[in-house]
């Protein structure tokens, strides 16, 4: 009976992190999962060789790089031993958000750094003219306009009440 109403609780567990939205993760978990990412990756380190020196599975360090799950700071501390850095390393250039609006900009931009392809896009973006940039931003526009107004063409059209 105990490992039925676990397995539930894990179930549950696992549901309740489908639902999250990058709304309701604290933009300091989104930058300091982003920050062992970035470590990690520049180590060339796998998130299963991580994991196994953290003493954790690679699913739990997922959920750490994308700030679904808090670092604690144990494993914080264990982390930057690891990842041969100070523990001041995960917090460099986080700024606190004055307004809620730098805040939600903050948390974009963690989450986009949070994505494999964020994370390649801000590596590569920098070393583009300035040109080019500009035009990246204009078709990455543009493809959005594209989606939108695919979406809004794909809503049911309702009629006006007479």
Same mark, same amino acid.
């Given at each position: 009976? $105990?490992?039925?109403?676990?397995? @539930?609780?894990?179930?549950?567990?696992?549901?309740?992190?489908?639902?999250?939205?990058?709304?309701?993760?604290?933009?300091? @978990?989104i930058?300091?999962?982003?920050?062992v990412?970035?470590?990690?990756?520049?180590?060339?380190?796998s998130?299963?060789?991580?994991?196994q020196? =953290?003493?954790?599975? *690679?699913? +739990?360090?997922?959920?750490?790089?994308?700030?679904?799950n808090?670092?604690?700071? #144990?494993?914080?501390?264990?982390? !930057?031993?690891?990842? @041969?850095?100070?523990? #001041?390393? *995960?917090?460099?250039?986080?700024? +606190?958000?004055?307004?809620?609006?730098a #805040?939600? !900009?903050?948390?974009?931009?963690?989450?986009?750094?949070?994505?494999?392809?964020g =994370?390649?896009?801000?590596s590569?973006?920098?070393?583009?003219?300035?040109?080019?940039?500009? #035009?990246?931003?204009?078709?990455?526009?543009?493809? =959005?306009m594209?989606?939108?107004?695919?979406? $809004?063409?794909?809503?049911?059209?309702?009629?006006?009440?007479?």
């Amino acid at each position: 009976m $105990r490992g039925t109403a676990k397995r @539930d609780n894990h179930c549950k567990r696992n549901e309740e992190d489908r639902l999250l939205s990058s709304e309701d993760l604290h933009p300091t @978990d989104i930058y300091v999962g982003a920050r062992v990412r970035n470590r990690r990756k520049e180590l060339g380190l796998s998130q299963t060789a991580l994991g196994q020196a =953290l003493g954790l599975t *690679f699913q +739990q360090i997922q959920k750490y790089e994308r700030g679904f799950n808090r670092v604690s700071a #144990s494993k914080l501390f264990e982390a !930057s031993r690891v990842l @041969d850095v100070p523990v #001041s390393y *995960f917090f460099n250039g986080l700024v +606190q958000a004055e307004t809620e609006e730098a #805040s939600a !900009s903050e948390a974009t931009v963690s989450g986009f750094l949070a994505s494999a392809e964020g =994370l390649e896009m801000a590596s590569h973006f920098p070393r583009l003219s300035s040109v080019t940039r500009k #035009s990246i931003v204009g078709i990455v526009r543009a493809i =959005l306009m594209d989606q939108e107004a695919e979406l $809004r063409s794909a809503e049911p059209e309702t009629e006006p009440a007479v």
